[in-house]
C-alpha cells in the first residue's frame, strides 16, 4: 500500500516537471518486446529469463512514473479549482488567474485596438477641421463674393450652414478613451500581481499525493 505524501504545490510541480523528464527517458530506454532465434541462450548479455525480467521491470517503472504523474497532476488540478486567491483586488481560483494569464491576450488586443481606432479617428477628425476655415472662406466668397460687402446676417446663415455640413465630430458611444484608460489598468494590475500571488500561493498550499 502506497503512503500519501503531503507536499507543497511548488514542490509538486516542480516533481512534475521531474517526472516529464523521467518518463521520457525511461520509454526510450526500455525494451518491451525482441527478437531473435529460437536457439539464443541470451539477449544483450542476459539469459532469456532474466531479460525478460529487464522487460517487465522496465515496463513497470515507466508505467510506475506515469501513475505518479497522474496522482499529482489531478491533486494540484483539484487544488487549483478550489483555492482562492486575491489579484488585483479580485478573488478568484487558482485555475481562473492561471487561465486568465493566458486568456488576458484577448484583452490585450481589444486595447490595442482602441487606441489604434482613437488615433485614426482623432488625426482624421483634425485633418478635416483644420481645413475648414479656407474651405469655409472659399465657400463664402463662391456665394457671397466679397464677404466684406455681405450683410452680417447672410455670412452667419451660410457660415452655419456649412458648418452644420462638414464639421467632422467623434462618434464616442464607448467614451473611448476611459475605457482604454481603465482596460490598460486592470490589465497592468493583474500581470503585476498574478505571478507573485500564485507563486505565495504555490508555497503555502499542501496536497495529498
Not at 502506497?2 to 530506454?29: G, V
Not at 488615433?119 to 463664402?140: M, V
Not at 451660410?158 to 452644420?164: D, G, R
Amino acid at each position: 500500500m502506497t503512503t500519501m505524501q503531503t507536499m507543497s504545490i511548488h514542490r509538486a510541480l516542480s516533481e512534475l516537471k521531474t517526472l516529464n523528464e523521467r518518463i521520457a527517458k525511461a520509454i526510450n530506454e526500455a525494451d518491451h518486446v525482441a527478437t531473435d532465434r529460437k536457439s539464443a541462450q541470451k539477449i544483450k548479455g542476459l539469459s532469456i529469463e532474466d531479460y525478460e525480467k529487464t522487460i517487465q521491470s522496465g515496463f513497470d517503472k515507466v508505467v510506475s512514473l506515469i501513475e505518479r504523474r497522474i496522482h499529482i497532476k489531478d491533486a494540484i488540478v483539484q487544488s487549483n479549482a478550489m483555492t482562492e486567491v486575491i489579484v488585483a483586488g479580485e478573488t478568484m481560483t487558482v485555475a481562473k488567474a492561471i487561465e486568465r494569464k493566458t486568456s488576458i491576450e484577448n484583452e490585450e488586443k481589444l486595447l490595442t485596438s482602441m487606441i489604434e481606432a482613437r488615433r485614426i479617428a482623432i488625426n482624421k477628425l483634425t485633418k478635416e477641421n483644420e481645413s475648414l476655415p479656407k474651405r469655409l472662406e472659399e465657400y463664402l466668397t463662391a456665394i457671397l463674393g466679397s464677404k466684406e460687402n455681405a450683410k452680417k446676417e447672410e455670412v452667419e446663415l451660410h457660415t452655419k450652414a456649412f458648418m452644420e455640413r462638414n464639421e467632422y465630430i467623434l462618434i464616442d458611444p464607448l467614451k473611448i478613451s476611459t475605457r482604454i484608460e481603465a482596460l490598460d489598468e486592470k490589465i497592468t494590475n493583474f500581470k503585476a500581481e498574478v505571478d507573485a500571488v500564485l507563486s505565495e500561493s504555490n508555497a503555502l498550499t499542501t496536497v495529498n499525493v
